[in-house]
Every structure is written in structure tokens, then in C-alpha cells.
């Protein structure tokens, strides 16, 4: 497979990803944030940055990292910056975090470490993007998947820099007027270029060749496919547009952004379909559980992106819970789906990959185990579909017990990706033949392959 060889930092990127994932769940547990508090409170904001920034973002670049190679079939020249770009995202995140919890009051900390935190997360994610787009331009013309990853980038760093904005407003850096527009109006633009351009968009284009790749089916450019992306790429220029004519104080900026709203299910329709052709088209027979995991997200992403084009689902208390679909069900479905085959998938070729054809090896599919996991996934989207519920109806004592559901099948599942990665489930026989190295857990070898 051209791209197939191994992001040295890929498997970083993950473990803190999940490390974030469940801390966010956590904190709603226990009562922080929304629905707790309101929905601009800093307490809130705490727990949407270290779910949307802390896993929802590390997990795409993670991804990405690995699976750029792929999809443009050339390696990423920048690889070694993948660690300081790690760092400045993780410390930006635990300063901005910081100046939320300073915001609350709740510890006498300066609130300049929201700016702070601000810059060296724009500066993360630009270095981050660098990288990725530095691939890209080398590999003209694009294939479609990356595309939508260009797409992203673009949305990632509108998002980096509106939200930089932010913290200037809420520090007291920046006038007050351009805090009020920003409050009023940039709130939704800021979280549809972030979760709907930069991870949306980019799951959209990594999940056509995961899935082309994962259920043995061609892969064909058809016409839906294109008319998806010019849906996707207008919508999120649409969005950039209306968030310039937020900061700038001119009108039409609702309207701009439910023109996007429209674009973006249309988008999603047509998307679906592709999928649907590519699961038609396929050669494995039976589907294996990241790709049957993965359609019950996509069957989210439709239904949440049909509520949020409903107006009065947009306003109110009913937009947390769309909200709260969408990205529990939508983007954490589907990313802990993959993640689900990309662990075993990425630990079979560091550990087998080197010696195959030279000694016995297992299969990806012995690396784990189905059974199982299909329970947990189950167990996840009834909690999901639960805490979304009890959301619109503002019932927390259900939300705390829906989400605490939630957090335990997510632990379940990343102890399946431990016991991958610890090669827990191979059979005896076939775990350690003469020659192979075993993979760490999490931390990159010191000469690993693929790396430059």
C-alpha cells in the first residue's frame, strides 16, 4: 500500500487524545459545566475546549500524520515537527484551560494565560498545518480525499485564529465592542469552522479511503463525491465570510451562516451516498466492527445536521443537545470506531509488518477482539442517544447517569486499544515470532520507521 509506513508520533497524539476525552466526561460527571452552569460559562468552556481541542483535535491530527502519506502516496517531509507542534497544542490547552478556571474565579490565577494560550495554540495548529500543507502542495493534483483535508486545514486555522480573538476579548486585551460582536455572533461561526470544518470535513475525506480500504472496494471519484466537497468547500467559506463580517461589524452574517447550514446537509446527503456505494461495491464480504460502528456516527451526522438547519432547534436550550449529539455521536462515534482498527491495524505493521513473508504472523483481525467490543459500542450509543435526550428534556440527574454510561464504555474501549497494543488477545502461538519487536504503548521508538 503506497504511504504504509509509520508515523513516529501517531500513537502520542492518541493516548492524550483519549486521556482528554475522558477527563471531559469526567468533569460532567461531577457536575461542571453545562447543564450545570450556562452555556458561556467558563466552566463550560473548560469542558468544550478539552473535548473538541484536547480529543477531538489530537485525534484528527494524529490521524492525519498517518494517513496523509497515504491518501497523496508520498511521505511527510516535516515529520520531526509533529512533536513540538504536540507540545504547543497540549501546553497551549492547559493554559487556556487555566485562564477559563481564572475566569470562574474559582483560583486566583492571571487571566493572561488566556492569550497566552490563545498563541500557542494558533501556533501549534499553524506549525501542525505547515506540515500537512507543505505534503499536500507537493502531491498536485489532490485525490478527493485530500482535498477535504485541505479543506480543513483552512477551516482549522480559522478557527485558531477566532478563537485567539476570544481569549484577547475575555482577558481584556481587546475592546470591548469586539468582545460584544463575539459573544453575539462569532460563538456559532467559531465551533462550525472547528467542528464542523476542520474535524468534520477531515473525517469526511480520511473516512472515504479508510473505507474504500478497510472493506477491499475501489475507489472511484464520482460525481456525488466532487459535488460533496464543492458543498463542504462552500460552506465553510461561507462560514470564514460571515465570521470577517462578524469582527468587522457588518450585517449579514446569520444569513451567510444558514446558507452554510444548508450547503453542509446537502453535503452530508450526498456523502451518505457514497458510502452507501462504497459498502455495495465491496469485497470483504462481511464488514468488520469499525465500519459497522462507524455508520450508526454517520446515521448521527445526518440526523444532527437535519436539526441544526431547523431554526428553532438552533436557539435555545435544544441547540446543546443537537450539539451534544453531534459531537458525542458523530465525531467521538466515529473516531472511536476507527480508532478501534487504527491501533490494531498500525501495531500489526510495526510489530508483524517487518517480518512478514519471514515468519508466521497473525492477522490484523487477531489483534483484537469483536465480540466484546460490539457490546461496548452499543453500550456507548445508548448512552450517547440517552444524555442527548435527557438534554432537551433538562432532566441532569439522567444526563449525569447518561454520561457516566458513556464514560465507561469509553474506558472499555481504550482498554481494547491497550490490550491491541499489548498484542494481549494474538493467539500464543503467533504473538512473538523470532524477529519481532514489540511495540510500546504509546512513546515513539528513538529510529522509528517512516519518520523524516
Not at 500524520?65 to 504547543?88: M, S, Y
Not at 498536485?140 to 481569549?167: D, Q
Request: glycine share 10%; hydrophobic share 60%.
Amino acid at each position: 500500500m503506497p504511504g504504509a509506513t509509520l508515523s513516529r508520533w501517531t500513537m502520542s497524539y492518541f493516548a492524550a487524545a483519549c486521556l482528554m476525552l475522558v477527563t471531559g466526561q469526567g468533569l460532567m460527571i461531577v457536575g461542571y459545566g453545562y447543564p450545570f452552569a450556562d452555556a458561556g460559562a467558563p466552566e463550560t468552556l473548560v469542558v468544550v475546549h478539552l473535548i473538541a481541542i484536547g480529543w477531538l483535535s489530537l485525534l484528527m491530527a494524529g490521524a492525519l500524520l498517518q494517513f496523509v502519506p497515504v491518501l497523496i502516496a508520498r511521505p511527510i517531509i516535516g515529520g520531526r515537527f509533529a512533536a513540538p507542534a504536540l507540545l504547543l497544542l497540549l501546553a497551549g490547552l492547559g493554559c487556556l484551560v487555566a485562564g477559563f478556571v481564572a475566569l470562574s474565579g474559582a483560583m486566583d490565577l492571571p487571566l493572561a494565560l488566556l492569550p497566552v494560550g490563545g498563541v500557542m495554540l494558533l501556533a501549534g495548529f499553524g506549525l501542525f498545518a505547515g506540515i500537512l500543507a507543505v505534503a499536500l502542495l507537493s502531491a498536485r493534483p489532490l485525490p478527493l480525499p485530500a482535498r477535504f483535508v485541505a479543506i480543513g486545514l483552512f477551516a482549522l486555522v480559522g478557527a485558531a485564529v477566532i478563537g485567539s480573538a476570544f481569549t484577547a476579548a475575555l482577558s481584556g486585551l481587546a475592546e470591548r465592542p469586539l468582545l460584544d460582536r463575539l459573544v453575539a455572533d462569532g460563538v456559532a461561526l467559531h465551533a462550525a469552522l472547528g467542528l464542523g470544518g476542520w474535524l468534520s470535513a477531515t473525517a469526511v475525506g480520511v473516512s472515504y479511503r479508510l473505507f474504500s480500504m478497510f472493506l477491499l472496494a475501489p475507489e472511484v471519484e464520482r460525481s456525488t463525491s466532487r459535488a460533496a466537497w464543492w458543498g463542504a468547500s462552500l460552506a465553510v467559506g461561507l462560514v470564514a465570510v460571515a465570521a470577517v463580517f462578524v469582527l468587522s461589524g457588518i450585517f449579514g452574517a446569520a444569513l451567510l451562516f444558514a446558507a452554510a447550514l444548508l450547503l453542509t446537509f446537502v453535503a452530508v446527503l450526498l456523502y451518505g451516498a457514497d458510502v452507501l456505494h462504497i459498502y455495495r461495491g465491496r469485497k470483504r464480504k462481511q464488514a468488520e466492527l469499525n465500519i459497522r460502528a462507524s455508520f450508526a456516527a454517520l446515521g448521527l451526522f445526518a440526523l444532527s445536521i437535519l436539526f441544526l438547519n431547523v431554526p428553532a432547534l438552533r436557539a435555545g436550550d435544544m441547540v446543546a443537545a443537537v450539539v451534544y449529539l453531534f459531537v458525542f455521536g458523530w465525531l467521538t462515534g466515529l473516531g472511536l470506531a476507527q480508532l478501534y482498527k487504527i491501533v490494531a491495524f498500525l501495531t500489526w505493521l510495526e510489530a508483524y509488518g517487518p517480518i512478514m513473508g519471514r515468519a508466521p504472523v497473525p492477522r490484523v483481525q487477531d489483534l483484537v477482539d469483536e465480540c466484546s467490543a460490539l457490546i461496548l459500542f452499543r453500550f456507548y450509543y445508548g448512552a450517547v442517544a440517552v444524555a442527548t435526550l435527557s438534554l432537551a428534556a433538562g432532566t441532569t440527574g439522567l444526563f449525569r447517569m447518561a454520561v457516566a454510561a458513556q464514560l465507561l464504555a469509553t474506558l472499555c474501549l481504550i482498554r481494547e486499544f491497550i490490550r491491541a497494543r499489548r498484542l494481549s488477545i494474538v493467539p500464543a502461538a503467533l504473538r512473538a515470532p523470532a524477529g519481532m519487536a514489540r511495540p510500546q504503548l504509546f512513546l515513539p521508538r528513538p529510529a522509528f520507521q517512516g519518520d523524516k
